[in-house]
């Protein structure tokens, strides 16, 4: 199962809700930095320290001559104990054009043994990571609750659902609120965007910079509210299973 966060504009959490949602998948889940803004894993949660050759870059010259899957276990590392095995993303901008998004968002969505979470980043149809979204089995927009960031989200909810040719009420294309009541909440959210809701992670700074910032963790970080419900919305994703639909 191959799962696509993306934003529509600044910065509203792409990243860290992606990395609570992958440490809480109900099944092994790999994180897959997809952003075509270039990454920032190894300097936040790696916090600098990350292997050279561990990452998307290397992958896409590995798949000319071997598979994904001894691909992945040469370039995926896993770095805390509480993190997700990681894929770190592109090291700068102008790189997303060379990636073979259709191929290895194929190959990904049927890894054996694994589900896969992107946080793709901003969406940015023209030069993003579009071939990668139209294979993914869901897809969830994420905003915080301002005007002016649900203005963007409902914008680019449609086309989000044109990308996996679903309808206004398919669960597979869903928007997930980071704060929400700031004014607007979930509901008022999901009825502007005109996409079912697949709920709110909170506005919990202390565990947002465990991935953010390779802030450390505490003995409650499991328990804390925005691992809480990482689990719960993760739980909800992953039930969703596969939409039977690749392209090659």
């Known amino acids: 199962m191959l799962v696509g966060l993306v934003s529509a504009k600044g910065s509203p959490g792409v990243t860290t809700a992606a990395l609570a949602l992958a440490s809480s998948w109900p099944r092994t889940a790999l994180l897959l930095e997809a952003d075509p803004f270039g990454g920032d894993v190894r300097a936040g949660l790696g916090r600098g320290e990350w292997p050279l050759s561990a990452g998307l870059a290397e992958v896409v010259v590995d798949l000319r001559s071997i598979d994904i899957h001894e691909a992945l276990n040469q370039r995926v590392h896993r770095p805390a104990p509480y993190a997700p095995p990681v894929l770190a993303g592109l090291g700068c901008v102008g790189q997303a054009p060379s990636v073979p998004w259709s191929r290895l968002g194929a190959e990904l969505a049927r890894l054996a043994g694994a589900d896969v979470v992107a946080d793709c980043g901003r969406f940015t149809p023209a030069d993003g990571v579009a071939p990668l979204l139209q294979v993914c089995d869901a897809l969830v927009l ?57 709920g709110e992670l909170p506005d919990d700074r202390r565990a947002a910079g465990v991935w953010s910032d390779g802030d450390p963790t505490w003995r409650a970080f499991p328990r804390s509210p925005l691992q809480r419900e990482a689990r719960r919305l993760a739980t909800k994703l992953a039930s969703l299973g596969t939409r039977g639909r690749r392209s090659a």
């Open 142 to 198: 994420v905003t915080n609750s301002s005007l002016r960031a649900v203005r963007a989200a409902a914008r680019i909810a449609p086309q989000l659902q044109a990308e996996l040719a679903v309808a206004p009420d398919d669960p597979h294309v869903m928007v997930l609120v980071i704060g929400a009541d700031c004014p607007y909440s979930v509901a008022e959210i999901a009825q502007g965007c005109r996409l079912p809701p697949l």
